[in-house]
Nanobody, 115 residues
Framework: QVQLVESGGGLVQAGGSLRLSCAPS????????MAWYRQAPGKQRELVAR???????YYADSVRGRSIISRDNAKNTVFLQMNSLKPEDTAVYYC?????????WGQGTQVTVSS
């Protein structure tokens, strides 16, 4: 079974930066959108950023201007550069890839921002 594998999470001080990466365990043909979600303790999972196969992007208001999503279509890899991190960014970050028929999710990577 194909899995998405996230990396790049960790502990960082407020104001710092992190770059998250997500790649499939093996090639997934015909990926459309790729996205990052996050889930903080006691809260619902929420969309952080999304990028289409053509490069169009969407950002949640909470991260717009502080984050950049990008992808390498040849490697089916998606990245999330997060800057000016805040304690409220603390969450488990999940990667998602969709072909329009099948959704793939990663296991998540923990991001903790200390004040």
């Amino acid at each position: 079974q194909v899995q998405l594998v996230e990396s790049g999470g960790g502990l960082v001080q407020a104001g710092g930066s992190l770059r998250l990466s997500c790649a499939p365990s093996r090639n997934i043909p015909s990926i459309n959108a790729m996205a990052w979600y996050r889930q903080a303790p006691g809260k619902q999972r929420e969309l952080v950023a999304r990028i289409s196969s053509g490069g169009s992007t969407y950002y949640a208001d909470s991260v717009r201007g502080r984050s950049i999503i990008s992808r390498d279509n040849a490697k089916n890899t998606v990245f999330l550069q997060m800057n000016s991190l805040k304690p409220e960014d603390t969450a488990v970050y999940y990667c998602r890839a969709t072909t329009g028929v099948t959704d793939y999710w990663g296991q998540g990577t923990q991001v903790t921002v200390s004040s």
